[in-house]
């Protein structure tokens, strides 16, 4: 039985992602804020990407991860889920150009009176009520948050000949750091990028908000929790600033915000980070990170009978693709599987072995924790002649569903393990020339290039060193 992982409906996968999330475990879909059913709350593993509240999050009694789908985890009460036992984990930021770009698309919108232009031209009027447009040109732009994202906004102001001014929060190599309170005081358009760390809540208050010059653009796509949004609402109304841009909202989703219905605001639903390659990307990092849960308990186990069902399916699965089977064992007829099993087992010893100029061997197979079997290897005792130019300690392969997920690597790297008890320390591991796949996962586990062996066949060998 596949473990169960709770996945938040807000989070919409491709039929791909959703096939390769099947393959590891029993998929429910939840909404995290509404009861749970009791077969869900057995789940193992949750994927969110909206708040879990803690009366929710207590009610999964069985689960030991929470993944983010987000680079930060404020989405979850991390001290309550550390107390319950349960690891909480977040993808690699993601999507910062998407979210730079968003930035610029609320600065252009309030600063060229994009929305009431359009009314206008929709209500049958020409400029009635529009003022000359602000120009981006020589103006000065504060970033508040100086990470990725705000290197990004960085870069594009600069394209767009503006000053920019860097907050003494962030970290500049190019441009000298100024306080805060300096920075609003100066600023013509304030964009906010600060992370939410302990102290950093309403960052942008109502005394920071009056240090700001007048008709000051301030836009937020980081986090609602930085601004005190009342301050800002009322800055508006009275104007003193000229528009804000609002990705964000201290409680989301929101419904019918008084700030969003001035007409010198301009509001989107979290959208910034909302573009198909970024989805995709975020996708992958969290679907990655849900099956190295899964990874935790793939282990190298010896060939044996209780293994007879589960490997029939892997040996059927790949003959039909028609492809060659690797390691060579695995081409071995099972039908009889307790003969294939005593043949497996015969083969590390020098007067049993299948062909001449073979060497001692010794195969394992790669096995989840429902006995599915991922791949298979075979580790030689020691090198001959023909080992030693193209064929080296290790020959390993994953079963053809299962591929590019990095089971390869997980596979190299347990074999590994497995030389060193036979006393084997400096490890050849071979690939054909133009296998970027193995060659990638041989690096992966500290592959040093060697040289190349041409065959008789004409095929070309890179031979990699790892030291273990």
């Keep these: 039985m596949k473990a169960l992982c709770a996945v938040d409906t807000t989070i919409k996968f491709s039929d791909d992602e959703s096939d390769k999330l099947d393959r590891y475990f029993d998929i429910a879909f939840v909404d995290f804020s509404k009861p749970i059913d009791t077969e869900v709350a057995e789940a193992e593993l949750l994927l969110i990407h909206s708040k879990i509240p803690n009366e929710v999050l207590r009610k999964f009694v069985n689960c030991k991860y929470v993944l983010v789908r987000a680079h930060n985890i404020d989405y979850i009460d991390a001290k309550l889920a550390a107390e319950l036992g349960i690891s909480v984990k977040g993808i690699p930021q993601v999507g910062a150009n998407a979210v730079a770009e968003h930035t610029f698309s609320l ?81 013509d358009i304030v964009t906010l990028h600060a992370s939410t760390k302990i102290g950093n809540e309403q960052l942008i208050n109502k005394a920071r908000i009056a240090l700001m010059k007048e008709s000051a653009i301030f836009i937020n796509t980081a986090r609602g929790k930085l601004l005190d949004y009342a301050a800002l609402e009322a800055a508006l109304q009275s104007g003193k600033l000229g528009g804000a841009g609002l990705d964000v909202f201290a409680e989301e989703p929101i419904r019918n915000l008084s700030i969003t219905q001035l007409s010198n605001v301009i509001s989107t639903p979290h959208l910034a980070f909302y573009t198909d390659r970024t989805i995709s990307m975020m996708n992958d990092h969290l679907i990655n990170n849900a099956i190295q849960y899964f990874e935790k308990d793939l282990v190298l186990v010896k060939p044996s009978i209780e293994y007879q069902e589960e490997y029939n399916k892997f040996y059927q699965e790949w003959k039909s693709t028609g492809e060659d089977m690797v390691p060579w064992v695995i081409e071995q007829d099972p039908s009889n599987f307790e003969e294939y099993i005593d043949f497996l087992f015969s083969q590390d010893s020098e007067d049993k072995l299948l062909v001449n ?62 030389t060193q008890e036979l006393g084997i320390y400096r490890v050849l591991v071979v690939c054909d020339k133009g296998n970027i796949g193995s060659e990638r996962t041989i690096l992966k586990n500290g592959g040093i290039f060697d040289s190349e062996f041409i065959e008789e066949s004409g095929n070309i060998v890179k031979r990699f060193w790892i030291n273990c």
């Excluded at 508040?144 to 102001?157: D, H, K, R, T």
């Excluded at 503006?162 to 929060?169: D, G, K, P, Q, R």
């Excluded at 079997?373 to 569903?401: C, D, F, K, M, Q």
């Design 107 to 187: 600065i252009f919108a309030l600063a060229k009176q994009i929305i009431p232009s359009d009314l206008n031209i929709k209500a049958g009027k020409w400029r009635e009520g529009l003022t000359p447009n602000y120009e981006l040109y020589g103006k000065k732009l504060g970033i508040i948050g100086y990470g990725v994202i705000g290197q990004m906004v960085a870069s594009i102001g600069k394209a767009l000949g503006m000053e920019i001014l860097i907050s003494a929060n962030g970290d500049s190599k190019e441009t000298d750091r100024i306080p805060l309170d300096e920075l609003l005081q100066q600023a």
């Design 357 to 418: 100029d073979f060497v001692p061997h010794s195969t394992y197979w790669l096995a989840d924790s429902q006995h599915r079997i991922l791949g298979a290897v075979n580790i030689r005792h020691r090198l001959n002649e023909r080992l030693s130019n193209s064929g080296g300690h290790i020959g390993y392969g994953i079963r053809p569903t299962t591929r590019r997920m990095g089971f390869a690597s997980k596979l190299l790297a347990l074999a590994l393990d497995k």
